[in-house]
């Protein structure tokens, strides 16, 4: 099954607001950069990473899949993906400008597709490739109603609509402002519209500080929250076992680590609760299962990011035995040949072969960018 073409590509999709902000990003695309691999039988995989649809930034990662990864992939056996996972992530020049960053969201689109091609070769879902579902039911939450640039009379009136029109039990609202009692009070007009039952987690990406979370996590305490993501910056570990240790509100992060050992590093300080890893910033599902399976040995649930807007996840999160919910995020769903699909507020389970990640002709003809 000797792997005969690798070729990269770039989609730049429209969100379904017109721009979406939160503490940190601001943006108006989702950018789906990754790479289609061919076999001399014919079967093809296709895998990608999320970006914020920055062309410039977007031509590095197809740069390095075309010209570092693709001369070492071509002539190998796709069926040997992981070790061709190892061949490329620890390949030492590419290693040696980035064991993450560029060439780490490369390696994450390279070994997705290569997934991808081994689930079509077995004419299986993944989640069934893998060894089959662990759960019946998948619970989606909502993030696409809870943004930041939201005013706060939309805000409510989508998480409302999101409950009562279209059966989310469980969504995710944005908090960042310079002020936190402004979060707190956004969150508690979001609590009076949602009532005491439906779960709400937030998300502050990483924009504040120590004391200002701990000042907020206080005054939040009340509000039933199932989880502060991202509460301070990605990388301190230190300030998240803190904020662990003094707030009621379980911690949740990942979706910024690029590695198995920044995760470990995390999870060793207790300074997670929820584990958010992403296949798309991680050196892909290969890395993915790791991380999923570290946190499974600290009893600890999964809750992925959703760079590639769960078309991949769904699949994971059926299959391990660790995860708990999956985020909703219907950006670029419609562009795949199976979308995502929610149901009643629950996930419903893939059926074609493969991974989830293969794009319509149509969008990519629409969508797609030069490589320049
Ligand atoms: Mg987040």
New binding site residues.
């Given amino acids: 099954m000797k792997i005969t073409a690798v070729d990269p590509f770039i989609m730049h999709l429209p969100l379904t607001a017109s721009s979406i902000a939160?503490s940190t990003h601001s943006i108006t695309h989702w950018g789906v950069v990754g790479t289609r691999i061919r076999t001399e039988d014919g079967l093809e995989g296709w895998g990608f990473t999320g970006t914020h649809a920055h062309l410039a930034s977007d031509r590095l990662i197809t740069a390095c899949i075309r010209d570092c990864y693709a001369p070492l992939l071509l002539g190998e056996d796709a069926r040997d993906h992981r070790r061709l996972w190892k061949k490329l992530a620890r390949n030492p020049a590419t290693q040696w400008v980035g064991r993450a960053g560029i060439t780490h969201l490369a390696v994450a689109a390279v070994d997705i597709a290569l997934w991808d091609l081994a689930a079509k070769r077995a004419d299986l879902p993944l989640w069934r490739h893998l060894g089959g579902a662990t759960r019946e039911h998948l619970d989606a939450y909502n993030?696409d109603i809870g943004w930041l640039s939201f005013g706060d009379d939309l805000l409510v009136d989508l998480c409302r609509k999101a409950v009562e029109e279209e059966g989310f039990r469980r969504i995710?609202v944005k908090v960042g402002h310079d002020n936190p009692m402004r979060d707190v009070r956004r969150l508690e007009a979001v609590r009076r519209a949602i009532g005491p039952d439906v779960t709400m987690a937030i998300?502050g990406?990483g924009k504040w500080d120590l004391p200002t979370a701990l000042r907020f996590a206080r005054a939040a305490e009340p509000l039933d929250i199932l989880w502060f993501?991202?509460p301070l910056w990605y990388d301190d570990v230190a300030s998240h076992a803190a904020l662990a240790r003094s707030s009621r509100i379980p911690v949740a992060l990942g979706?910024q680590l690029y590695t198995l050992d920044a995760f470990r590093s995390f999870l060793d300080a207790g300074a997670v609760h929820f584990v958010?890893p992403d296949v798309t910033r991680l050196g892909g599902i290969t890395e993915y299962i790791e991380v999923a399976d570290l946190a499974l040995a600290h009893r600890l649930p999964v809750a992925p990011?959703a760079g590639e807007m769960s078309q991949v996840h769904v699949h994971l999160s059926f299959w391990h035995p660790a995860s708990s919910i999956l985020e909703y995020i219907p950006w670029i769903k419609d562009h795949f040949a199976e979308p995502i699909r929610v149901v009643d507020g629950r996930y419903v389970r893939p059926e074609q072969p493969g991974a989830g990640t293969t794009p319509l002709a149509a969008s990519l003809e629409t969508h797609g960018k030069s490589l320049g």
């Fill in positions: 939160d993030t995710k998300d990406n993501e991202e979706e958010q990011h």
